[in-house]
T-cell receptor, first 111, second 119 residues
């Protein structure tokens, strides 16, 4: 799977506010989803995952919500910090097949 | 755990030369390794999927003679950009997949990327 996108959408939030990054996925058969964070000049970093038999999963300051009805995934970051500034990708995975990445969203944290 | 390294992190080469990029899974054995290319402000573009001991599977539009992939072991894969040209300048990222928890779904862990600049 591959995903190519131009002109990444940007989300700007104030430091300390909560951030919500959204992702629409395409295949209703996808059974596993991952959010990645990519800082400038670095490879993507695994943040949190969720399986299709769940609708919510929480990590440290992050929560992923899955709505299979509308094929929508979101990543919530609590108390956003400057270090959270990065590009965030969602990935949908069908068991045994390649990943499909979303186009990414650039999160900018304002002081 | 699940650390993936790439070497080199940045390489500048002359047009016409070949460049080899290494991808290593440091603390686990990867059943599959993936190679991606990423242009500025764009998402990841899968180039090829590589399983240890077998030939890589290339995505449509990716020249296998241009981008040579060798997967010598469960912890090492290499990408060689042959006869590099300026249009090959890009950020190349590898990932290594390990079998996940119950359900067997693979999880990909990414290397830090290699920036290739061809003059």
């Amino acid at each position: 799977g591959e995903s190519v996108g131009l002109h990444l959408p940007t989300l700007s939030v104030q430091e300390g506010d909560n951030s919500i990054i959204n992702c629409a996925y395409s295949n209703s058969a996808s059974d596993y989803f991952i959010w990645y964070k990519q800082e400038s000049g670095k490879g993507p970093q695994f943040i949190i995952d969720i399986r299709s038999n769940m609708d919510k999963r929480q990590g440290q300051r992050v929560t992923v919500l899955l709505n299979k009805t509308v094929k929508h995934l979101s990543l919530q970051i609590a108390a956003t910090q400057p270090g959270d500034s990065a590009v965030y990708f969602c990935a949908e995975i069908i068991y045994g097949q390649n990943f499909v990445f979303g186009p990414g969203t650039r999160l900018s944290v304002l002081p | 755990g699940a650390v993936v390294s790439q070497h080199p992190s940045w390489v500048i080469c002359k047009s016409g030369t070949s460049v080899k990029i290494e991808c290593r899974s440091l603390d686990f054995q990867a059943t599959t390794m993936f190679w991606y290319r990423q242009f500025p402000k764009q998402s990841l573009m899968l180039m090829a999927t590589s399983n240890e001991g077998s030939k890589a599977t290339y995505e449509q539009g990716v020249e296998k003679d241009k981008f040579l992939i060798n997967h010598a072991s469960l912890t090492l894969s290499t990408l060689t950009v042959t006869s590099a040209h300026p249009e090959d300048s890009s950020f190349y990222i590898c990932s290594a997949a390990t079998t996940g928890l119950a359900g067997g779904t693979d999880t990909q862990y990414f290397g830090p990327g290699t920036r290739l600049t061809v003059l």
